[in-house]
């Protein structure tokens, strides 16, 4: 039971909800597309995306709990770490296990899907495989890559590779939606490393937000905030998305005190977080909200 209820905090089921949204958002789009896919092949898609990240997560805070970081972490809800492994230690290498055990799910389908719809899937899984790998051990200690690699992942790598193994195609409409989640889960890992910063720096993490301080990183946080409504205003007005697609913009409601937060309050951890919460609402609603928007569009 303390087994199962460790690997349930590793997993970090409300993180999920991020993967969720995206999925919905992938599957919108197809249906927006004109194409007909598969509901049995889609909830193989999203067991495959939903295991990657539960994998990324359970080996993230393993090798975090292995070099020390969770013990060191001060918690906050949108921390690296749950810091179950630091509660329950003798579970440590079961959990680890487990993530190794959802890598394999995620090669399994990966082989399947690339037997369904060919070779040209193959650089996104390899892709997607390298960055749950070595994210902890390589990608955190170098942080331009450190910056983008989260976007990347959830965004074109994630999108695109589920678009066409629904629809056998790839679509410029899913590769300009996935750059708008490319600006969305960068910034939602670019702020909630402020927390954890100095204990990051502890055990050897090198991110961008060591690299240039708090000033400069508020400023990368709130032009990808801004950059990702640029492009959904320029695929509207561009004919790429439908006037529906603009329920995205009611996010401004909240991406607006969030921006005046990072601005002015970078240094300040604790006024700064009120805007993590903040942060979280916006990378999920804006995609979940454009998704509504497309399946209000169809015919």
């Not at 809800?77 to 799910?105: D, H, M, R, T």
């Not at 899984?125 to 910056?147: D, E, N, Q, V």
């Not at 996010?251 to 009120?274: F, M």
Request: net charge negative.
């Amino acid at each position: 039971m303390k087994l199962l209820k460790s690997f349930l905090e590793v997993a970090r089921p409300p993180f999920l909800l991020l993967t969720l949204v995206i999925m919905a958002l992938v599957a919108a789009t197809a249906s927006y597309e004109g194409f007909d896919w598969s509901s049995p092949l889609f909830m193989l898609v999203l067991l495959g995306a939903v295991s990657a990240h539960i994998s990324v997560n359970i080996l993230n805070e393993y090798e975090d709990y292995e070099s020390g970081l969770d013990a060191m972490t001060e918690r906050t809800p949108f921390s690296g770490g749950s810091g179950a492994l630091v509660k329950n230690p003798q579970a440590a290498e079961a959990v680890g296990s487990l993530g190794y055990l959802f890598l394999g799910i995620v090669v399994s389908l990966g082989v399947f899907f690339v037997y369904l719809r060919g070779w040209e899937l193959l650089p996104i899984g390899i892709a997607g495989i390298l960055l749950i790998l070595f994210y902890t051990s390589k990608i955190t200690r170098r942080p331009w890559l450190c910056l983008i690699s989260p976007g990347i992942a959830f965004g074109p790598l994630m999108m695109t590779g589920s678009y066409f193994v629904l629809t056998g195609e790839y679509s410029w409409v899913i590769f300009g939606l996935s750059t708008i989640v490319f600006f969305l889960v960068n910034n939602l890992l670019l702020l909630n490393q402020f927390p954890d910063e100095e204990a990051d720096r502890k055990v050897g993490r090198f991110n961008i937000l060591m690299h240039l301080g708090s000033e400069s990183s508020s400023v990368i946080f709130n032009s990808f905030l801004g950059l990702s409504y640029l492009v959904l205003a320029y695929m509207i007005i561009d004919g790429w998305l439908p006037y529906w697609a603009g329920l995205g913009f009611f996010t401004l409601i909240l991406a607006w005190p969030l921006r005046v937060t990072v601005k002015y309050h970078h240094h300040s951890l604790t006024k700064l977080l009120p805007a993590l919460g903040l942060n979280v609402s916006v990378v999920l609603l804006m995609p979940s909200l454009i998704a509504v928007g497309l399946v209000l569009a169809l015919p």
